[in-house]
């Protein structure tokens, strides 16, 4: 693997790193279908190490999610209100990063609201939460 995985990799490496635990994979999983952060040169440079276990030789990428809300917090990731919103809800739902839930919500489109939604119900163990995110739904 190489230093600079492609987003396919990063995204298989943080869903395997996460795995076991329903507020990680809850976290990761509402930054993958947002489908922003893991884009983001700023984010993977200050929020994720990526790396390869030694015994299983599987790849990780570990999210600093500490690092992540310190380059928010400072302004080192630039972002609209609704980006920042989600990864906000994603800090606190992986790390407990305290979140002011009215105002990051009301910033939040349909559809964002939906993916975040869906994080707090995996979060609390349904990670079929996921399904009702994807396909064609209507409201």
Known sequence: MTSKPTLHHLIDAARAWARGSCA???????????????????????????????????????????????????????????EAAVLRIALSIADGVPVELGPAITCLD???????????NHAHGNRAAWLATRGDATS
Not at 27 to 46: K, S, T
Not at 110 to 120: H, Q
């Open 24 to 82: 990680l994979e809850a976290a990761v999983e509402l930054l993958v279908q947002h489908d922003v952060w893991l884009h983001r040169p700023e984010f993977r440079r200050y929020a994720v190490d990526y790396l390869t276990a030694t015994y299983t030789r599987t790849p990780y990428a570990v999210i600093d999610w500490q690092a992540a809300h310190a380059a928010l917090t400072y302004g080192r990731m630039p972002c609209s209100g609704s």
């Open 110 to 120: 349909a559809t964002n609201l939906a993916r975040v939604l869906a994080a707090i």
